[in-house]
Protein backbone atom coordinates (compact mmCIF):
# COMPACT_ATOMS: atom_id res chain seq x y z
CA UNK A 1 0.00 0.00 0.00
CA UNK A 2 1.17 3.79 -0.22
CA UNK A 3 3.07 5.36 2.82
CA UNK A 4 4.33 8.44 3.09
CA UNK A 5 6.40 9.24 6.02
CA UNK A 6 7.53 12.65 6.78
CA UNK A 7 10.44 13.24 8.95
CA UNK A 8 12.86 15.85 10.16
CA UNK A 9 10.34 18.32 12.31
CA UNK A 10 11.49 19.38 15.72
CA UNK A 11 12.16 22.49 18.01
CA UNK A 12 13.74 25.24 16.30
CA UNK A 13 14.14 29.07 17.54
CA UNK A 14 13.29 31.79 14.97
CA UNK A 15 15.18 32.77 12.17
CA UNK A 16 16.73 29.06 12.07
CA UNK A 17 16.36 26.56 9.68
CA UNK A 18 15.25 22.54 9.07
CA UNK A 19 14.74 20.82 6.29
CA UNK A 20 11.83 18.03 6.52
CA UNK A 21 11.71 15.07 4.28
CA UNK A 22 8.78 12.69 2.98
CA UNK A 23 9.68 9.14 1.97
CA UNK A 24 7.10 7.64 0.13
CA UNK A 25 6.80 4.17 -0.83
CA UNK A 26 3.86 1.90 -3.06
CA UNK A 27 3.28 3.86 -5.84
CA UNK A 28 5.48 5.46 -8.69
CA UNK A 29 6.78 8.02 -7.31
CA UNK A 30 8.17 9.88 -10.63
CA UNK A 31 4.94 10.22 -11.70
CA UNK A 32 3.29 12.07 -8.58
CA UNK A 33 2.94 15.98 -8.42
CA UNK A 34 3.81 16.52 -4.15
CA UNK A 35 2.77 18.90 -2.49
CA UNK A 36 3.46 20.14 1.46
CA UNK A 37 0.72 21.42 3.71
CA UNK A 38 0.41 22.32 7.33
CA UNK A 39 -2.20 22.82 9.70
CA UNK A 40 -1.66 24.60 13.60
CA UNK A 41 -3.66 24.30 16.44
CA UNK A 42 -7.33 25.86 16.18
CA UNK A 43 -6.49 26.68 12.34
CA UNK A 44 -7.74 24.69 8.88
CA UNK A 45 -4.95 22.66 6.99
CA UNK A 46 -3.42 25.23 4.92
CA UNK A 47 -1.36 24.72 1.23
CA UNK A 48 2.82 25.43 1.86
CA UNK A 49 3.99 24.47 -1.79
CA UNK A 50 4.09 21.86 -4.14
CA UNK A 51 6.44 20.17 -6.55
CA UNK A 52 5.49 18.52 -10.30
CA UNK A 53 6.53 14.92 -10.58
CA UNK A 54 9.63 15.49 -12.78
CA UNK A 55 10.45 18.45 -9.95
CA UNK A 56 10.76 21.20 -12.62
CA UNK A 57 8.35 23.25 -11.55
CA UNK A 58 7.16 24.39 -8.12
CA UNK A 59 4.72 27.16 -6.68
CA UNK A 60 4.80 28.48 -2.71
CA UNK A 61 2.29 29.87 -0.52
CA UNK A 62 2.98 33.60 -0.25
CA UNK A 63 3.57 33.33 3.22
CA UNK A 64 6.85 30.85 2.69
CA UNK A 65 7.82 31.90 -0.48
CA UNK A 66 11.73 33.00 -0.34
CA UNK A 67 11.78 31.19 2.73
CA UNK A 68 11.28 27.62 1.85
CA UNK A 69 12.29 25.76 -0.86
CA UNK A 70 10.86 21.99 -2.10
CA UNK A 71 12.74 19.89 -4.27
CA UNK A 72 12.37 16.04 -5.15
CA UNK A 73 14.56 13.50 -5.70
CA UNK A 74 12.66 10.62 -7.74
CA UNK A 75 15.93 8.20 -7.35
CA UNK A 76 15.42 8.35 -3.75
CA UNK A 77 11.96 8.35 -3.55
CA UNK A 78 11.49 11.17 -1.49
CA UNK A 79 10.83 15.04 -1.78
CA UNK A 80 12.31 17.81 1.21
CA UNK A 81 11.00 20.67 2.53
CA UNK A 82 13.42 23.23 3.17
CA UNK A 83 12.57 25.77 5.83
CA UNK A 84 14.63 28.73 6.67
CA UNK A 85 14.13 32.23 8.41
CA UNK A 86 11.68 29.89 10.36
CA UNK A 87 9.40 32.17 12.04
CA UNK A 88 6.65 31.23 15.32
CA UNK A 89 3.51 31.59 12.85
CA UNK A 90 5.54 28.42 11.07
CA UNK A 91 4.73 26.19 13.99
CA UNK A 92 2.69 23.25 12.70
CA UNK A 93 2.53 19.80 12.25
CA UNK A 94 3.40 19.73 8.29
CA UNK A 95 2.26 16.62 6.13
CA UNK A 96 3.31 15.54 2.71
CA UNK A 97 0.65 14.53 0.57
CA UNK A 98 0.41 12.64 -3.64
CA UNK A 99 -1.24 13.61 -6.19
CA UNK A 100 -1.79 11.10 -9.00
CA UNK A 101 -3.92 13.22 -11.80
CA UNK A 102 -2.00 12.79 -15.09
CA UNK A 103 -2.44 15.77 -17.55
CA UNK A 104 -2.48 18.50 -14.54
CA UNK A 105 -1.91 22.03 -16.29
CA UNK A 106 -1.18 23.17 -12.96
CA UNK A 107 0.08 22.44 -9.38
CA UNK A 108 -2.54 21.69 -7.30
CA UNK A 109 -2.89 23.52 -4.41
CA UNK A 110 -6.14 22.51 -2.38
CA UNK A 111 -6.23 19.22 -0.19
CA UNK A 112 -9.16 17.83 -1.43
CA UNK A 113 -6.94 17.36 -4.85
CA UNK A 114 -4.64 15.13 -3.02
CA UNK A 115 -4.87 11.59 -3.25
CA UNK A 116 -2.24 10.31 -0.40
CA UNK A 117 -1.31 12.31 2.97
CA UNK A 118 1.45 11.21 5.16
CA UNK A 119 0.87 10.94 9.44
CA UNK A 120 2.89 14.48 9.96
CA UNK A 121 5.88 15.79 11.35
CA UNK A 122 5.64 18.87 14.23
CA UNK A 123 7.36 21.61 13.59
CA UNK A 124 8.08 24.36 16.67
CA UNK A 125 9.39 27.60 16.18
CA UNK A 126 10.18 29.43 19.44
CA UNK A 127 10.56 33.18 19.66
Known amino acids: QVQLVESGGGLVQAGGSLRLSCAAS????????MGWFRQAPGKEREFVGA????????YYADSVKGRFTISKDNAKNTVYLQMTSLKPEDTAVYYC????????????????????WGQGTQVTVSS
Open 97 to 116: AADRRIGRLTLALESHEYDY
Open 51 to 58: ISRSGGRT
Open 26 to 33: GLAFSTYD
